[in-house]
């Protein structure tokens, strides 16, 4: 039984990184996996997982939506498929948001926290909903999580300004707790719209709550953090991170963190080159 899981585990892991290299080889313009010996040693023929990744002559956007298919299959925890975003501008987008009453949340907040950053910015970056500094100021990332964000951002060579900020909800749930599934339904199309419109490269997600509701998975943040997800059938990658507020009261976490934001510099670095 041990070893069966373990062997689940692995095949979990291994599916995971091929994702994230069809994804890298898609975003540096690799048109088409060649068939051959090696790749069909790989993929082909062995049964179970390996049969639904296809290598012949399908395109990589088929081949990454097989990927993506068995993925989810794969994984107990998914919850909801991801779709396509809307498009629309995020003028549009806050027009349709207006003064959202979707949710109980709206009823203690004190503004609506849409968002802030580069309307066209590559990096993109989505917490989990606004505390009580965001709340006043109706900007997201203001408070001490906030200016460490910041230091984050300038430490892979970016400023604020470059990048995208929002959550999950924006609106603060009381006390600053979690955002319950209601109200995380309710929100997310509009961060959705927001993703459609700003078509990001990359979406850092902080915290496990934020990674859940972007990626739809239940696991824990520890079993996705650190290497890149694809976000639905959408050409963006997400990492999973730690929040900066759970850094600062671990601050232990910040090599992790570090580490996966010199990926993310990387990753950023490679696709401006491509562009
Ligand atoms: S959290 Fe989102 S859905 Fe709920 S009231 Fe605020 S803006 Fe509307």
């Known amino acids: 039984m041990a070893s069966e899981m373990s062997i689940e585990k692995k095949k979990g892991k291994l599916i995971n ?4 290299t069809l994804n890298y080889l ?3 313009g690799v048109e088409y996996i ?3 010996p090696g790749v069909r040693a790989l993929f082909g023929g062995g049964g179970g997982v390996a049969d639904e990744i ?3 002559s399908e395109s990589p956007k088929e081949i990454l939506k097989s990927t993506v298919k068995s993925t989810a299959h794969e994984k107990e925890e998914q919850q909801t498929p991801m779709v396509e975003p809307p498009k629309m501008t995020l003028e549009e987008a806050i027009k349709k948001l207006g003064d959202c009453k979707r949710c109980k949340l709206s009823n203690s907040r004190k503004n609506i926290v849409f968002g802030a950053g580069n309307p066209n910015a590559t ?8 505390g009580r500094d ?6 997201p990332f203001v408070g001490r999580a906030g200016k460490l964000l910041d230091k984050i951002i300038e430490a892979i060579d970016l400023k604020r300004s470059d990048v995208y900020i929002a959550n999950i909800v924006k609106c603060r749930p009381p006390q600053n707790r979690n955002p319950e599934p209601d109200e995380a339904s309710a929100c997310i199309p509009f961060l959705m719209d927001q993703i459609g419109a700003i078509k990001p490269k990359i979406i850092v997600t902080l915290g496990a709550v934020a990674t859940q509701h972007l990626l739809g998975t239940k ?3 520890g079993s996705v953090r650190g290497r890149f997800h694809p976000l639905g059938q959408m050409e963006t990658l997400v990492m999973p991170t730690f929040h900066p507020a759970y850094l600062l009261r671990d601050p232990s976490k910040k090599r992790e963190a570090w580490d996966d934001m010199k990926k993310v510099r990387d990753m950023y670095n490679q696709l401006k080159e491509g562009d």
């Open 34 to 36: 060649p068939d051959g």
């Open 26 to 28: 898609k975003q540096r």
């Open 17 to 20: 990184d091929i994702i994230s």
């Open 219 to 221: 696991g824990s943040l």
């Open 134 to 139: 965001e709340d006043e100021q109706g900007i």
């Open 123 to 130: 990096l993109m970056f989505v917490g989990e909903g606004p």
């Open 54 to 56: 296809r290598v012949a």
